[in-house]
Nanobody, 118 residues
């Protein structure tokens, strides 16, 4: 059974930091591209950051470049998202996503709520 379990969300003040974690099980983690998406109320789900299976070439949404960092530990089958200098517009449910290109398969986590508010 495949599971992606996010943790680390919560309430943080503007300018604060959080680190999200996504622990994967039931997959060969090291062959999956891992990503973080978010969905704010009334908006479509959007890609925040992605990292290749080997941990290189991280890619970020323009809105988070320089403030968010995606990383992974293949030995721990976990992907992280470090979020600094958080703004209220970062308030959303953050989802972990796993993608294997060949053959194509994707999985989603259940999401973790991040609220940035004073």
């Amino acid at each position: 059974q495949v599971q992606l379990v996010e943790s680390g969300g919560g309430l943080v003040q503007p300018g604060g930091s959080l680190r999200l974690s996504c622990a994967a099980s039931g997959i060969t983690f090291s062959v999956y591209v891992m990503s973080w998406y978010r969905q704010a109320p009334g908006k479509e789900r959007e890609l925040v950051a992605a990292i290749t299976s080997a941990g290189g070439s991280p890619d970020y949404a323009d809105s988070v470049k320089g403030r968010f960092t995606i990383s992974r530990d293949n030995a721990k089958t976990t992907v992280y998202l470090r979020m600094n200098s958080l703004k209220p517009d970062a308030t959303a449910v953050y989802y972990c996503h796993a993608r294997r290109p060949t053959p194509w398969v994707t999985y989603w986590g259940q999401g973790t709520q991040v609220t940035v508010s004073s």
